[in-house]
């Protein structure tokens, strides 16, 4: 796979602070019969011991078709933030943490700001939230 875009989704679960990630990736193995986790990466919160961090999770090999959007995962790469973006704001950190990732993908990949997306824009669904600042975010990548 030679990706040409980006494509931002939200998991549309609570972040709790416990992983969720290998739940997400039962989920679409288990579940959905797929051959991994959709995505190729990730981030999401992580609370152990009194500290919090946001932290990046890996998916699906960079070099391999994802399962995140339909009629465009043979040419782009799945970035998902754990959240429910439609309920909350997310905060700074969690933003700027994935951001990290998306700009180097841009970077590895020459994918252009103007081929970063919002899921919503390939399927009827609002992700990655109705609440997520998308102007905000493309800030960041600039």
């Given at each position: 796979?030679?990706p040409?875009k980006?494509?931002?989704h939200?998991?549309?679960?609570k972040?709790t602070g416990?992983?969720?990630?290998?739940?997400?990736?039962t989920?679409?193995?288990?579940?959905?019969?797929w051959?991994d986790?959709?995505?190729?990466?990730?981030?999401?919160?992580v609370v152990?011991?009194?500290?919090?961090w946001?932290?990046?999770?890996?998916g699906r090999?960079?070099?391999?078709?994802g399962?995140?959007?339909?009629?465009h995962?043979?040419?782009?790469?799945?970035?998902?933030?754990?959240?429910?973006y439609d309920e909350?704001?997310?905060?700074?950190e969690?933003?700027?943490?994935?951001a990290?990732v998306?700009?180097?993908?841009?970077?590895?990949?020459?994918?252009?700001?103007?081929?970063v997306?919002?899921?919503?824009?390939?399927?009827d669904?609002s992700?990655?939230g109705?609440?997520f600042?998308?102007?905000?975010?493309?800030?960041?990548?600039a």
């Amino acid at each position: 796979m030679n990706p040409t875009k980006i494509i931002i989704h939200h998991s549309l679960t609570k972040d709790t602070g416990t992983v969720s990630w290998g739940a997400i990736r039962t989920y679409h193995t288990i579940d959905l019969g797929w051959s991994d986790i959709g995505y190729h990466a990730g981030c999401e919160l992580v609370v152990n011991k009194g500290n919090s961090w946001y932290e990046i999770l890996m998916g699906r090999d960079w070099f391999t078709s994802g399962a995140h959007t339909r009629g465009h995962n043979h040419d782009s790469l799945g970035f998902c933030f754990v959240g429910d973006y439609d309920e909350c704001i997310p905060v700074d950190e969690i933003l700027q943490t994935g951001a990290s990732v998306v700009r180097m993908w841009m970077r590895l990949f020459n994918i252009s700001i103007h081929r970063v997306h919002r899921h919503a824009e390939f399927a009827d669904k609002s992700c990655p939230g109705i609440m997520f600042p998308w102007s905000w975010f493309l800030e960041m990548l600039a």
